[in-house]
């Protein structure tokens, strides 16, 4: 109990005096994560959109097929873009394996599903006025699309960050694809794991308040902007 | 009065049921026409394929003579005929936004787009509402915003879907007035509704939808039963 709470002083130490090797940790969380949901979110309205507003064979087996794939295991994902980039594989000659980059494309790839499943679901309620009033307005078909993007804002930025908290949690991808490399590819989630094993709760501790304050906030951000969806006049 | 548009053995059919069969349909300018017939007879999906918002299975349509592709007609459509739907969507932004969208669509100029603003503003009587978002605007409010948004367009034509529909009557007179505005002010207007009275004085030619084919009757037979003209 007493190794505990000083473990636990330890981390408040090291979270406020600004421990450099503690904050490369969660800078390096953040870039990657944030660079992951910057490519994956426009790529998932677009896609989420066709899916609502178009017809096409095929629709239904896709919305089956994403939001199947929202509950694939991160460390699936790791597995499949860890043999794609390992040295003999298809994109082996891209060196990408261990590095930020393959981490991020992890993280792309763990993301795009749920996004898409969310971001359907907020197009697929979106009001169809709001398209046919733009485009009888002389708007373009891309700008009655950011108009639409804007009008279901609320559900997009939920869909973003629930994205955002999958991944900036998890573990099994980032550890296989990045290799946990200090100053490099080592993240919260896969930092916690390997302070832990070695007995070193502080800087555990440290980084666990770190994620467990983000993912309140996001929680709350999330309760927030789905909250808004008060019923209109 | 010039033709604008025409169209010639328009068809469209709906989950495999023929809904529209008109062999021609004509639009003139400076005209004013109630287009009436039954819930569920066609009349919104006839003023959305006008508007371009959704395509017919079959038609040939001339705009000022000329016969367009469906595809180019789209896109002089979206720049001269404006569609308002029954219950007008307007932005979760403020009126003054909402008024502004199509001329921004436009490229126009910020400093002409904020004079042309408030003279549509004035236009509408609803000036003092201009910062109030449009999502917090009384169903009266809300078409006046619509209307205004429309007319700052200058369209050609004006497709009003049941613009009266379940409006307090204080509401439906100033809907009635702008449309007599817009009429003065050289819009050719089609009007929709299932109840051709209420919107007759307004207009200059009754067309009603009845079995998917157009008739052209007398305006003074009110409810239209018993002088039937077939139409084109």
């Known amino acids: 109990m007493d190794s505990l709470s000083a473990a636990s002083a330890d981390s408040f130490r090291l979270l406020f005096s600004g421990d450099p090797a503690l904050w490369i940790i969660i800078f390096t969380s953040f870039s990657v994560s944030v660079k992951a949901i910057l490519f994956a979110a426009p790529l998932a309205f677009v896609v989420a959109f066709m899916m609502a507003h178009l017809r096409y064979p095929g629709r239904r087996a896709m919305i089956a097929g994403f939001s199947a794939l929202q509950s694939i295991p991160a460390v699936v994902v790791g597995l499949t873009v860890y043999l794609v980039f390992s040295r003999s594989g298809p994109l082996g000659d891209l060196k990408l394996l261990f590095t930020q980059t393959s981490m991020a494309i992890g993280q792309f790839l763990l993301s795009l599903p749920l996004l898409i499943a969310l971001s359907h679901a907020a197009f697929q309620a979106a009001d169809r006025r709001v398209w046919e009033t733009s485009v009888t307005l002389g708007a373009t078909p891309g700008r009655a699309f950011i108009t639409l993007v804007h009008e279901i804002r609320f559900g997009l930025i939920a869909a973003l960050i629930a994205g955002f908290g999958r991944i900036i949690a998890e573990v099994g991808c980032s550890m296989m694809v990045g290799g946990n490399i200090l100053g490099y590819t080592r993240n919260i989630p896969t930092a916690i794991a390997l302070e832990t094993s070695k007995g070193e709760f502080a800087q555990a501790i440290a980084l666990g308040m770190v994620l467990l304050t983000l993912a309140l906030i996001l929680n709350g951000l999330l309760a927030f902007f789905s909250g808004r969806g008060m019923m209109t006049s | ?232």
């Open chain 2, 1 to 232: 009065m010039r033709e604008i548009l025409r169209y010639n053995g328009l068809r469209k059919s709906i989950h495999g049921q023929l809904l529209l069969d008109i062999d021609t349909l004509a639009i003139h300018e400076h005209s004013c026409v109630a287009l009436s017939g039954r819930n569920g007879a066609g009349k919104s999906t006839l003023l959305r394929i006008i508007a371009g918002l959704e395509t017919p299975d079959s038609a040939t349509v001339s705009f000022e003579g000329q016969v367009l592709s469906w595809r180019r007609l789209c896109r002089k459509m979206h720049t001269q005929i404006i569609y308002l739907h029954q219950h007008p969507y307007l932005f979760d932004s403020s009126v003054t936004d909402n008024i502004a969208y199509g001329l921004r669509r436009r490229g126009l100029p910020l400093r002409n787009i904020s004079s042309k603003v408030s003279e549509a503003l004035d236009w509408a009587g609803i000036s003092h509402l201009q910062l109030r978002n449009a999502h917090d605007l009384s169903g009266g409010e809300r078409q006046r915003v619509a209307f205004a948004r429309a007319r700052i367009l200058s369209p050609r034509i004006l497709l009003l879907d049941e613009p009266t529909s379940n409006m307090d009557s204080e509401s439906r007179g100033q809907s009635y007035r702008m449309i007599k505005r817009l009429k003065e002010e050289g819009v050719s207007i089609i009007v929709a509704s299932h109840e051709f009275h209420t919107i007759a004085h307004l207009c200059d030619e009754h067309l009603s939808l009845q079995s998917g084919q157009l008739q052209s009757l007398p305006l003074e037979a009110e409810g239209g039963a018993r002088k039937i003209i077939p139409y084109g």
